[in-house]
């Protein structure tokens, strides 16, 4: 049971690790080079045009669920207001090209079509609620407190001198030393809940369960995609599988929406990084939305339904999106995942020695 647990707990966290590391490495480069009057300027408002852009932006990066969240932290921080954040969130993992094209050739041009409106409105509608629900969280606190000090530097007259690679250099530092010690260890929370659910309840008993339609309901299906960590491009063709065996298209879209942008590990990390009510609007979101676009595909679709799902015909499709999709060797997926787990485990030992210091400290004010 151990070993199982350790096997499943370092799969989570190298499926999911590159792409953390990479998104620390943009969230650096952010850092040095968007100063955050511009990007207040741009998404630090509560204008559709702002929801709009990081709905595109998101859709046109492949990072999944756990990878996006340094990401849209760093967006939030540097001015973005919880609606375009949220948007983003959303956006990112759940649509993406070669995931269209993996969609149109494995479930049919109806179910992708639905997907593609999903990959676009959704994240607008819980963008628009971010805005409308937020409440204190709708701006950073570090954006909050620079707002206080008043302090407005003339476009015009602000002129850094340092060096691009030095710029370059301090920004990844900044991605990998703040950012990345403070989210790597919910991460690690969230990875080893998720290891400890799929080692108690096995991954092969949750499939079995998926593949049987009569079982399956759209709820289910919800709180199933909840709770597993979902690759949209990689899971797209167990999807269809799932279709072809019988299961609703309204499972099947249901699934590939819910999965993909929720995971124990990030809903944790918003938790603890945002704030409560931003989960809760994120969660609860998810959750409604993706029981209701099930609800309606399948009045739409289930009926007439054919899967049209047939390998020798969709290879040429299958083959643009493995060309259009990034893949890594499998070293370096390794090397992402030691340095994620060493972060996390740096940032909660920190926390326990800060926690002894004071221990020690309130010991030696008593004896006084």
Known sequence: MIIRFLYVFWDFLVISSEWIVISLILSGIIHAFVRPQVLQKSIGNKKISSLIKTTISGAILPICSCGVLPLALSLYRTGAYLGPTLSFLVATPIINPAAIIVAFAMLGKEVTFIYILCGIFLPLII???????????????????????????????????????????????????????????????????????????????????????????????????????????????????????????????????????????????????????????????????????????????????IPIFDLSSSSKQIELANNINITFPDWFKNICAVVVLFMGLYSWFMIIVKKIKVLISRGKEVKC
């Open 127 to 305: 963008g628009i609620l971010g805005n409308i629900f937020g409440g204190k969280e709708l701006i950073a606190p570090e954006v909050l407190k620079l707002q206080s000090m008043n302090i407005k530097i003339p476009e015009n007259t602000y002129i850094d001198k340092t060096p691009w690679y030095k710029k370059l250099y301090n920004g990844i530092l900044w991605g990998f030393n703040n950012l990345g010690i403070e989210i790597s260890r919910f991460i690690l929370v969230g990875t080893l809940f998720g290891a400890i659910l799929l080692t108690v309840v096995p991954q092969s008993f949750v499939m079995q369960y998926l593949s049987n339609p009569k079982l399956v309901s759209i709820i289910g299906i919800t709180l199933v995609g909840c709770m597993m960590y979902v690759c949209a491009l990689g899971h797209i063709p167990f999807i269809a599988a799932l279709i072809s065996a019988g299961a609703s298209p309204g499972i099947a879209i249901t699934f590939l929406i819910t999965g993909v942008a929720t995971n124990i590990s990030e809903l944790i990390s918003i938790y603890k990084l945002i704030g409560k009510r931003t989960l809760i609007i994120y969660l609860f979101s998810m959750l409604f939305f993706g029981i209701l676009i099930g609800y309606i595909t399948n009045i739409l679709l289930a009926n007439n339904f």
